[in-house]
């Protein structure tokens, strides 16, 4: 072997194991069943675990694409750096689909040019990832559903319809980063606006958005629970002095449902018929039970087995070259395209149908609950 053969080779070799001492360098989450150059890998890049339902997600997905015999790549991310490294690692592996649920939809435009170029398919999971023309699908639940249930639900809670109240309302929405936020509050607030306009719900922080577009005014970053606890603290010992209590929270999603009871019952307010309606999102376990205990009135389901199976479907229809099944080609404009997307249906859930729906369906077993 020639001597400049020879250094090309060492090169080579030094080269292909820099790329692969990198790719597990950063490999801090998750598991890789797959070689640098699998035929058949599915990349999985899911959000932090501290949020429950990532976890579900994540797991699921990897389990029906592993039975049904691809080979996996699951990474969790704690931050947006990290997802994009991450990302960018398994379009290293040359994958034949990216499966993504973003922490921020506008971050990951730069990795995923590199995913077209490689001709890898990509589907935005659950959150649309925007600002590029690289995302090739959008599997997710109805948004904007879910939002409007949680709005119907405080509209029949509180008799609103029937002329009732006027009543307390403190409003709150997800992390200004997820594109579903918007969603959600939007569908809520569509319901609930004309009821602040008549004065029958009012909103005594102030913190009431003038519009769906200023729902940033009320988001809570990262989705975390603590961050709602305070915010809720803060409202409460401001303006909820001389006796004034609050009667609905609309809280988006279950992790901020859950500081936000935790708040009130610092503040001592407890379970009964003064207690506020609080909404939720996700059926997490915590707040599952809490809603066993009258903490929490509701949460909206979105049963995760069925995401991943739809999305399995769709990895299957592109890796076998066949069509793949959508259900919308209008809603979600990513600011460079329409993305066609498959949406399915949330469900609300109530202390009455806890074991109907959670239990029977498999999701949590009886003794999960304490039931
Ligand atoms: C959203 C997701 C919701 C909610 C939140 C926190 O994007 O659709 O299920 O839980 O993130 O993870």
Request: charged content about 25%; glycine content about 8%; some cysteine.
């Amino acid at each position: 072997m020639s001597k400049n053969f020879r250094v090309l080779a060492s090169v080579a070799l030094a080269a292909s194991l820099a790329a692969t001492s990198a790719c597990s360098s950063t490999r801090d989450e998750g598991s890789t069943d797959s070689g640098a150059s699998a035929s058949n890998l599915i990349g999985i890049a899911m959000p932090q675990k501290s949020l429950e339902r990532w976890n579900k997600d994540g797991s699921h997905l990897d389990e029906i694409l592993k039975k049904a015999g691809y080979q996996t790549s699951l990474q969790h991310a704690d931050s947006v750096e990290q997802q994009i490294t991450q990302i960018q690692n398994m379009i290293n592996q040359n994958p034949k689909v990216l499966v993504v649920a973003s922490i921020d939809g506008t971050a990951l435009a730069p990795a995923l040019e590199k995913a077209a170029e490689k001709k890898v398919k990509v589907i935005a999971y659950d959150r649309l990832i925007n600002s590029t023309p690289n995302v090739d699908y959008y599997a997710t639940f109805d948004n904007y559903q879910v939002g409007k249930l949680q709005g119907e639900f405080i509209v029949e809670k509180l008799g609103l319809k029937d002329g009732k109240g006027p009543f307390n309302l403190e409003p709150f929405a997800g992390s200004d980063d997820d594109n579903n936020a918007k969603f959600f509050f939007s569908g809520a607030w569509d319901v609930l606006k004309p009821y602040l306009d008549s004065g029958k719900l009012v909103v005594p922080s102030g913190k009431k958005p003038a519009s769906n577009d200023e729902w940033t005014k009320v988001s809570v970053k990262g989705w975390k629970t603590e961050t709602a606890q305070s915010e809720m603290d803060n409202r409460l010992n401001s303006f909820y002095t001389g006796g004034k209590k609050v009667n609905v929270v609309l809280s988006p999603n279950d992790s901020l449902a859950l500081g936000i009871a935790q708040s009130l019952e610092s503040k001592g307010y407890k379970p009964g018929a003064d207690y506020p309606i609080i909404t939720g999102q996700d059926a997490d376990l915590a707040n599952t039970k809490n809603i066993l205990a009258d903490k929490q009135s509701m949460t909206v389901w979105k049963d995760t087995r069925t995401l991943g199976d739809q999305v399995l479907k769709m990895v299957d229809s592109i890796v076998k070259g066949g069509t793949v099944e959508v259900n919308d080609e209008k809603t979600y404009n990513n600011g460079n395209k329409v993305v066609p997307s498959y949406l399915l249906p949330p469900v609300v859930v109530t202390k009455a149908d806890v074991k109907t729906k959670l239990v029977d369906s498999g999701f949590y077993t009886a003794d999960k609950l304490g039931l």
